[in-house]
């Protein structure tokens, strides 16, 4: 009768007894939370998720409803806030030893995807937790994500020293994709980044070359996308000039610049979207033959009679694209 019992398990349990291969692909589909809880199915899943070739760690999706009662009263300055700090830092911290922990199991294997969402306070405390994270990105991940921001408003959320990314000197031969949001990013910190092919940065501050730098650290770079982006020293003009790239497509949003100067002969794709404060001294393009299509999707913030001039003379220079994509507002003026 034992033995029957213990023959009905085994044939009930058919998920564990499939290949690693797949039991990957199915966890793969899991939050990093749900997939560790699979670690308590049984001793066959006890050091599974050990293996997954996908790690994503997103601070909101392991705090309960509780916690985040505390996270909005912290923010919101209300009689509970001295409690609501405690908690939060009580709760950030265990979430920064699991992503340490973490990283320290999978340290040696290479990693598909890895995503890290951590709410960047206006503090240093967790500054020096973010290093180890960042370095085993670009030396075992093919897809890294990094997000550092919190739903605060600009002038609030933006802290004196934002976090800049630890120097690497020695070339990140795995990195294909890499999306960084609220830090300091200077490209002439790292060796090269010989396999990456995308690159997007949101609210990430950079230095006057930054652009230039990345892309010549990169010879496979073929998709840009800079957001909200912005410099120490305000810049009036962003000087994208990169002859010999491979760059392919370009995507230029909200920047806090005046204008854009961009020699880039490779580009096949270039879109520029934001407010008409970005189009205010020049928008100047050269050297574009191979270009195809070309968007301008700039909403009014306020008129200019040199707008007219700066769309026009874009216009020019592009007319030779199949697809040209103009919001209203580059129609009006």
Same mark, same amino acid.
């Given at each position: 009768m034992m033995d029957s019992r213990k023959s009905n398990k085994e044939t009930c349990d058919r998920i564990s007894h499939l290949p690693e291969a797949i039991l990957h692909h199915i966890l793969s589909? &899991? %939050? @990093? !939370?749900d997939v560790l809880r699979t670690s308590f199915l049984s001793k066959s899943w006890s050091n599974l998720w050990t293996s997954i070739p996908i790690l994503d760690f997103d601070e909101t999706r392991f705090y309960d409803k509780e916690v985040m009662f505390y996270y909005r009263c912290y923010h919101a300055d209300c009689s509970q806030g001295r409690k609501a700090e405690d908690k939060m830092w009580e709760r950030k911290k265990r979430f920064a030893d699991l992503i340490d922990r973490s990283l320290l199991l999978h340290e040696g294997q290479n990693i598909r995807e890895l995503k890290i969402n951590f709410h960047h306070l206006? +503090? %240093?405390?967790?500054? @020096?937790?973010f290093d180890p994270w960042v370095r085993f990105a670009l030396t075992n991940v093919l897809v890294f994500h990094l997000d550092l921001s919190s739903d605060l408003s600009w002038s609030e959320k933006y802290p004196e020293s934002m976090y800049q990314l630890p120097p690497c000197h020695f070339p990140s031969k795995l990195? !294909?994709?890499m999306e960084l949001n609220f830090c300091l990013f200077n490209p002439l910190e790292h060796n090269n980044f010989p396999c990456l092919e995308t690159v997007i940065l949101t609210e990430v501050e950079l230095l006057e070359t930054s652009v230039q730098d990345l892309i010549a650290n990169c010879p496979h770079l073929e998709f840009l996308h800079? !957001? $909200?982006c912005v410099w120490p020293d305000p810049l009036e003009v962003i000087n994208i000039g990169a002859p010999r790239s491979q760059l392919k497509h370009l995507r230029l949003e909200s920047n806090d610049v005046d204008g854009y100067d961009i020699n880039v002969p490779s580009l096949l794709h270039i879109q520029f979207v934001g407010e008409t404060e970005e189009m205010y001294n020049c928008l100047f393009? !050269?050297?574009l033959s191979k270009l195809i +299509?070309?968007? &301008? *999707?700039? *909403?009014?913030?306020? &008129? $200019? %009679?040199s707008h007219g001039e700066v769309l026009c003379e874009f216009l020019n220079d592009v007319d030779h694209v199949k697809v040209l994509t103009l919001s209203d507002y580059c129609l009006q003026v």
């Open positions: 589909f &899991l %939050s @990093t !939370k206006n +503090d %240093s405390v967790f500054m @020096t937790r990195l !294909k994709v800079l !957001k $909200h393009v !050269k050297n +299509d070309a968007s &301008l *999707e700039f *909403e009014p913030n306020y &008129l $200019h %009679s």
